[in-house]
């Protein structure tokens, strides 16, 4: 299994950004896995910014990029993207995409690091103030 980040760069405050996330070798149909976004800031832990369940059926977002960021599933593509809007200072970070292959019905209290274990390379995000 790969997966694949890519779409990282350095944007200005209020800027945006989207990140993509090419997935290939799954086992299972992409559809079914949990997918998530995490990051991690320098001295940082990494943190799950986003996580969504199988088919979509629940997302769930951190309060500190909620109603800016979005994410989203391209099934045929197997591409999971994160649109990031009104970009602060405080979001740069190395962000990450994972998947789940057995997929919480809800990640409002899973969408962390112990709970995926598929990861992607990490692509960086710098926003200038």
């Known amino acids: 299994v790969q997966l694949q980040a890519s779409g990282g760069g350095l944007v200005q405050t209020g800027g945006s950004l989207r990140l993509s996330c090419a997935v290939s070798g799954l086992i299972f149909d992409f559809e079914d896995y949990g997918i998530g976004w995490f990051r991690q800031a320098p001295g940082k832990e990494r943190e799950g910014i986003v996580c969504s369940s199988a088919r979509d059926a629940s997302t769930w977002y951190a309060e500190a990029v909620k109603g800016r960021f979005h994410i989203s599933r391209d099934i045929a593509g197997s591409t999971v993207y994160l649109q990031m809007n009104g970009l602060k200072p405080g979001d740069t970070a190395v962000y990450y995409c994972?998947?789940?292959?057995?997929?919480?019905?809800?990640?409002?209290?899973?969408?962390?690091?112990?709970?995926?274990?598929?990861w992607g390379q990490g692509t960086l995000v710098t926003v200038s103030s």
């Open positions: 994972s998947a789940d292959p057995i997929s919480y019905a809800d990640y409002a209290s899973t969408c962390s690091t112990p709970h995926f274990g598929l």
